[in-house]
């Protein structure tokens, strides 16, 4: 049954993600909360580990800031009592020019007393700072233009 339960608030979390509800989606958390996205920094400086609302609240707004829309389809969702894990394929679209990005994005929560203590996401670096430069990074590397 709680398995039941928290994938309900993992998805309601999602939802209010998406929608830019930083409010209802930090309500569904602990004040310690702890999220860390797998990212290189250096393209990426918003992402990587954070902790607090505070700081996961400005994390989340940057990235808004970038992105006009935010979607997801959860592909699968896997419960095993406080442990949320969550398969996605995430949809956003740049302010700047209106090009699509789509990637894929493991999510596991930790849920602590009915609220998320804990995310970490794991997503394919690689395709996403592709489509976030818009440039093939593959074809730099074998003409020999970008540095190791």
Same mark, same amino acid.
């Given at each position: 049954?709680? @398995?039941? $339960? ?13 929608? %830019? =509800? *930083?409010?209802?989606?930090?309500? !569904?958390? #602990?004040? &310690?909360? @702890?999220? *860390?996205?797998?990212?290189?920094? =250096? ?17 989340? @707004? +940057? ?7 935010? /979607? !997801?389809?959860?592909? +699968?969702?896997?419960?095993? %009592?406080?442990?949320?894990?969550? &398969?996605? /394929? ?5 302010? &700047?020019? =209106?090009?699509?990005?789509?990637? =894929?994005?493991?999510? *596991?929560? #930790?849920?602590?007393? %009915?609220?998320?203590? /804990? $995310? /970490?996401? $794991?997503?394919?670096?690689? &395709? ?13 590397? $074998?003409?020999? +233009?970008?540095?190791?």
């Amino acid at each position: 049954m709680i @398995e039941h $339960i928290n994938k309900q608030r993992v998805r309601k979390l999602l939802e209010a993600h998406a929608a %830019g =509800d *930083f409010d209802s989606v930090l309500a !569904h958390c #602990t004040d &310690d909360l @702890e999220h *860390f996205a797998s990212a290189p920094i =250096d393209i990426f400086p918003h992402l990587g580990g954070r902790r607090g609302k505070a700081e996961v609240r400005q994390m989340w @707004e +940057t990235a808004r800031s970038r992105y006009a829309e935010v /979607r !997801h389809e959860i592909k +699968t969702m896997i419960c095993e %009592g406080d442990q949320v894990a969550v &398969d996605l /394929r995430i949809f956003l679209r740049k302010r &700047d020019n =209106d090009r699509i990005v789509q990637y =894929d994005l493991a999510a *596991f929560y #930790t849920l602590r007393d %009915g609220r998320v203590a /804990r $995310i /970490r996401e $794991i997503m394919d670096t690689y &395709d996403l700072v592709q489509q976030v430069l818009e440039c093939d990074l593959s074809r730099l590397l $074998i003409a020999g +233009t970008a540095r190791p």
